[in-house]
């Protein structure tokens, strides 16, 4: 199993070009998340979705946008990237049925600056 | 929502020593509280976790407390080695409804020899 995994690994974007971030999960959960961690902040959440067809927003949605695409894919959008969007992205997905452990499993992270 | 404070935001100890880290939750609904631990360039990894009915939970040199009429909670790690050098985040939650977490801001744990 390969867990969660990210592409890319490294971005580096101009003011106001757009990227789509890309998570895919093969451990059958039901709900994905993006957060972005940046330095003295810890994780905040971007967007999640508790399961294949519903997202909502996290404490830090504006400027993204995302798409859950099927049960495995979550992908993140940045339509007009801003330099304050400099961060590293973290997917992560886990389930949530009783008896279930609620550990949420990481992919590797997307390192994006934005110049 | 739920905000989650941690505290220190740097701790050093020497090897063998214990370190103890602490956070605190503002929504009593909450009922998961996990810790992860992250390695400089890694991504973060649950070490331990504690739901709102139990008060304390032990996993070999860790262990994990939970007061909640305080909205509490705290990690513990005895013998301290060099490998437990990472940072840790503590996080609140509820389950259900998409599991969504509060993390804390992070602790920087640095174990001297």
């Known amino acids: 199993n390969a867990g969660v995994t990210q592409t890319p690994k490294f971005q580096v974007l101009k003011t106001g070009q757009s990227m789509t971030l890309q998570c895919a999960q093969d451990?059958?959960?039901?709900?994905m998340y993006w957060y972005r961690q940046d330095p003295g902040m810890g994780l905040r959440l971007i967007y999640y979705?508790?399961?294949?067809?519903?997202?909502d927003k996290g404490e830090v949605p504006n400027g993204y946008n995302v798409s859950r695409l099927n049960k495995r894919e979550f992908s993140l959008r940045l339509e007009s990237a801003a330099p304050s969007q400099t961060s590293v992205y973290f997917c992560?997905?886990?389930?949530?049925?009783?008896?279930?452990?609620?550990?949420?499993?990481f992919g590797p992270g997307t390192r994006l600056t934005v110049t | 929502g739920e905000n989650v404070e941690q505290h220190p935001s740097t701790l050093s100890v020497q090897e063998g020593d214990s370190a103890v880290i602490k956070c605190t939750y503002s929504?009593?609904?909450?009922?998961?509280f996990p810790w992860y631990k992250q390695e400089l360039g890694k991504r973060p990894q649950l070490i331990i976790d504690?739901?709102?009915?139990?008060g304390e939970k032990k996993d070999q040199r860790i262990a994990v407390t939970l007061n909640k009429t305080a909205k509490h909670f705290s990690l513990h790690i005895t013998e301290t080695q060099p490998e437990d050098s990472a940072v840790y985040f503590c996080?609140?939650?509820?389950?259900?409804?998409?599991?969504?977490?509060?993390f804390g801001t992070g602790t920087q744990l640095k174990v001297e020899l």
């Open positions: 992560a997905s886990s389930d949530f049925f009783p008896g279930a452990s609620y550990e949420q499993y």
């Open positions: 451990m059958n959960h039901n709900s």
């Open positions: 979705s508790a399961s294949e067809g519903t997202t």
């Open positions: 929504d009593s609904a909450s009922n998961y």
């Open positions: 504690i739901r709102s009915n139990v």
């Open positions: 996080a609140a939650g509820l389950t259900g409804g998409g599991n969504k977490l509060t």
